[in-house]
């Protein structure tokens, strides 16, 4: 039954135009739309989820969830679009161009996915409990960073359109910058919540991911960079050979590790996989990416997000050593973390939040 109830997110997809919502630049409808959704889930789930017993019933809500939030974003397209007879012929043309992005999509999920159906098949089922919570984590991280991203596509594919190269390496290197401003504090605040925060969340069950999830912290900066040169450069500028070959070679890479590894040192095989796929993927787009355009990362500002990030890490930790693990623990390592980094990169001279707040929305003009 629970494989049924979760048919319903197979069905949403279906409704899916978010896609043209962001090609048209409107965020606001779909993120609106995804708001809504999550706070009638959010308000469902604590009026009628009481115990394990109501496994089916969290399911059943969360499909309905991204139901909704697909099918209600058609109450705002029908201004858009008039409805014309589309030839086969015409149609066709366009479906072997966009099976260019539809493989690496797939190769995509081989290495995302298929490391719990080998652990599982060569490990144990515990085994795979403890690697997709420890990558779940992980993931919802690396998601708040790259969200920059889809926002920035439509962007850089204009541009493209209008040959405006030079400004399109100006965004680029705001946004990858900005990225690593978050992104290396985020590493290093994981790793300072860790050891507070898995009891209390997961449950002392799960204890054993307390060791597990530093281990994929550094994915919190190197998937970030793969994904923006990916986004805001590879696809609008149709380097879409290099996007491809960057991700099919990590699904290999990712199978071969796993295959090798897992029977030898299970959980640590599958961790070892992963970091090594979105490693190889992520060093195979940066190169193109700087061979094609002689980019240069801003080193010092980097070492000093390093250093603050090291600095807010060794403080927080000290602070809270002998605290017990809880929400409030959790909850003030994290403030003490942002005070302490926010207040290290202003005063070398390295916080572009400012030029943020001072741009006033035009931070990606040129």
């Not at 999550?38 to 969830?65: A, E, M, P, W």
């Not at 491809?244 to 070892?272: H, K, R």
């Amino acid at each position: 039954m629970y494989f049924y109830y979760q048919s319903l997110i197979i069905f949403a997809a279906v409704f899916d135009i978010s896609w043209f919502f962001m090609g048209m630049e409107d965020f606001k409808k779909s993120s609106l739309s995804s708001l809504a959704g999550q706070l009638v889930s959010f308000t469902l789930i604590l009026l009628f989820v009481k115990d394990r017993s109501d496994l089916g019933l969290y399911i059943f809500i969360q499909g309905i969830n991204i139901l909704f939030s697909q099918v209600i974003m058609w109450a705002f397209i029908k201004k858009y679009i008039v409805f014309i007879k589309v030839s086969f012929k015409n149609a066709l043309k366009h479906f072997f161009p966009a099976l260019q992005y539809f493989i690496p999509k797939i190769a995509i999920v081989l290495y995302t996915n298929l490391n719990k159906t080998l652990l599982g098949w060569l490990g144990t089922s515990a085994a795979v409990g403890f690697y997709s919570n420890t990558v779940q984590i992980n993931g919802v991280l690396v998601t708040l960073i790259t969200t920059l991203d889809l926002v920035l596509l439509p962007k850089m594919s204009n541009l493209f359109s209008h040959g405006k190269i030079q400004e399109i390496l100006n965004v680029l290197k705001k946004s990858l910058h900005l990225q690593l401003f978050f992104s290396i504090p985020l590493a290093f605040g994981l790793l300072t919540i860790t050891a507070k925060f898995v009891p209390w969340f997961f449950g002392e069950s799960f204890g054993f991911i307390t060791y597990t999830i530093p281990l994929v912290a550094p994915l919190i900066i190197i998937k970030p960079l793969g994904i923006a040169v990916g986004r805001q450069y590879l696809v609008p500028m149709n380097r879409v050979k290099i996007y491809n070959m960057a991700v099919i070679n990590g699904a290999i890479v990712s199978i071969v590790a796993n295959v090798l590894l897992i029977p030898v040192v299970g959980i640590y095989g599958a961790i070892t996989a992963t970091i090594l796929a979105e490693l190889f993927v992520t060093i195979t787009r940066m190169y193109a990416f700087i061979r094609e355009t002689h980019f240069k990362f801003n080193m010092p500002m980097i070492l000093k997000c390093i250093t603050s990030g090291v600095i807010m890490y060794l403080v927080t930790s000290l602070v809270t050593l002998n605290w017990s693990a809880s929400i409030k623990t959790t909850v003030i390592q994290v403030i003490i973390g942002i005070v302490i980094y926010m207040v290290l990169m202003t005063a070398l001279k390295s916080n572009p939040l400012y030029e943020l707040i001072k741009s006033r929305g035009k931070f990606f003009v040129n």
